[in-house]
C-alpha cells in the first residue's frame, strides 16, 4: 500500500513559478514510477511529468518541457514538481501517483495509487 499526499499548489499569475510536493508513505521499489498528473475542470486527466525509480528516467508532456521538472529527495521520500514560466492553461487540480511496471508512462490507468490532488491556478 502506497499513501500520497501533494502540497504546494496555489494561484500565481502568468510567468510565476510553483513547487509542488507529494510525501510518500508505504512500500515502493524500482518496479515502480511515480510522477504529477493533471486535470482541468472539463478535461481528461493527462500525464505530466514521470520518473521511473529503476533508473531515474523522466518523462514530459510536450506542453511542459523545458518548463516543469520532476525530482525526489529519497531521504524525505518526497517527490516534487517545479514548475516555471506558468500559463493559464496549465491551471488544473494536479495529482502525484504511484504505478508499478508501468509500461505507458504518461498514461493516467497505468497508475494505482494516487493522492487527492492540488489545485494549481494560473491567472493572466
Known amino acids: 500500500q502506497v499513501r500520497l499526499e501533494e502540497s504546494g499548489g496555489g494561484s500565481v499569475h502568468t510567468g510565476g513559478s510553483l513547487r509542488l510536493s507529494c510525501a510518500a508513505s508505504?512500500?515502493?521499489?524500482?518496479?515502480?514510477?511515480v510522477g504529477w498528473f493533471r486535470q482541468a475542470s472539463g478535461r481528461e486527466r493527462e500525464g505530466v511529468a514521470v520518473?521511473?525509480?529503476?533508473?531515474?528516467?523522466?518523462y514530459y508532456h510536450d506542453s511542459v518541457k523545458g518548463r516543469f521538472s520532476i525530482s525526489q529527495d529519497n531521504a524525505k521520500n518526497t517527490l516534487y514538481l517545479e514548475m516555471n514560466s506558468l500559463k493559464p492553461e496549465d491551471s488544473a487540480m494536479y495529482y502525484c501517483?504511484?504505478?508499478?511496471?508501468?509500461?505507458?508512462?504518461?498514461?493516467?490507468?497505468?497508475?494505482?495509487?494516487w493522492g487527492q490532488g492540488t489545485q494549481v491556478t494560473v491567472s493572466s
Open positions: 501517483a504511484a504505478g508499478r511496471y508501468v509500461a505507458d508512462h504518461l498514461r493516467p490507468i497505468e497508475y494505482n495509487y
Open positions: 508505504g512500500t515502493t521499489s524500482a518496479d515502480y514510477s
Open positions: 520518473l521511473v525509480l529503476r533508473d531515474d528516467t523522466t
